[in-house]
């Protein structure tokens, strides 16, 4: 397979590849604040880098990113758009059934956003309900958190922007990395590292991150952050969905 996008193919090559394939790659992406230094776009270029480079060491085709995601608790922060989870969901379920009309039975998303995690799991489940294909999502720091010795426990932060150094350089202005204490919800739900908690015991966010952060970073120093650490944090993600998306082709299927 020469191109990797499907939107670089003409449609003739796009059935060519089909015809032995039936796996996509679906990166999602989100607009949406990551602290005074990173670009709005940090996860929808975090998405597209790794989502075409899994693509091309894996001979699975790219499908166009999904640009904008759920960010409404980021709403506080100019710039951060967000779209319904609903509207989320029947758009990525409408590309999938284009997909599927045309021979693909197995998806990859590439997630570049936790408030895109349900609703890509809700369109996992739909896909199966309705087409018995499979489908699944990865998301980098998900992943890295637990199969390597990246924490990953920021939003902008050491690792967030070490990502996307690693991805762009360019468009990371490390002069005004800066990091705050993030301030709790109440005196009692805190909100550390792995989210909000109450009494230890953890409460599925959903509140404005304006409320606790006025800078928009949080969790690990920003200040920290590089572009070799970026490097090692990205090739070992990749690494790892090449191997899945090997590993996803090998499921068996109900039809
Ligand atoms: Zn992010």
Not at 20 to 34: A, C, K, R, T, Y
Request: aromatic share 10%; proline share 4%.
């Amino acid at each position: 397979m020469n191109k990797i996008l499907i939107e670089d193919m003409s449609w003739t090559e796009f059935s060519e590849v089909m015809a032995v394939n039936d796996l996509v790659i679906i990166p999602v992406g989100s607009i949406e604040e990551h602290g005074y230094h990173n670009p709005l776009g940090t996860d929808y270029f975090i998405a597209k880098k790794a989502a075409y480079d899994i693509g091309k060491l894996s001979n699975a085709p790219v499908a166009p990113i999904m640009p904008i995601g759920n960010a409404s608790n980021l709403m506080g922060f100019p710039g951060t758009i967000s779209i319904d989870p609903e509207v989320l969901r029947d758009v990525l379920l409408q590309i999938c059934e284009g997909f599927i009309h045309h021979g693909a039975k197995r998806f990859l998303f590439i997630n570049g956003h936790g408030g895109n995690t349900s609703t890509i799991k809700m369109v996992s489940n739909i896909l199966f309900d309705k087409y018995q294909v499979f489908s699944t999502q990865t998301e980098w720091w998900i992943t890295l958190k637990q199969m390597s010795e990246f924490p990953c426990n920021d939003h902008g932060g050491k690792y967030e922007t070490s990502m996307m150094l690693a991805v762009d350089d360019t468009i990371v202005d490390m002069s005004v990395a800066q990091t705050v204490l993030r301030k709790n919800l109440t005196d009692k739900i805190i909100y550390d590292d792995f989210g909000l908690k109450f009494n230890g015991v953890a409460l599925p966010p959903s509140f404005s991150l304006h409320t606790v952060t006025a800078v928009g970073n949080y969790g690990a120093k920003a200040e920290e952050a590089s572009i070799e650490l970026g490097e090692r944090m990205y090739e070992k993600y990749i690494e790892y969905c090449v191997e899945l998306a090997e590993e996803i082709r090998k499921i068996p299927l109900m039809k």
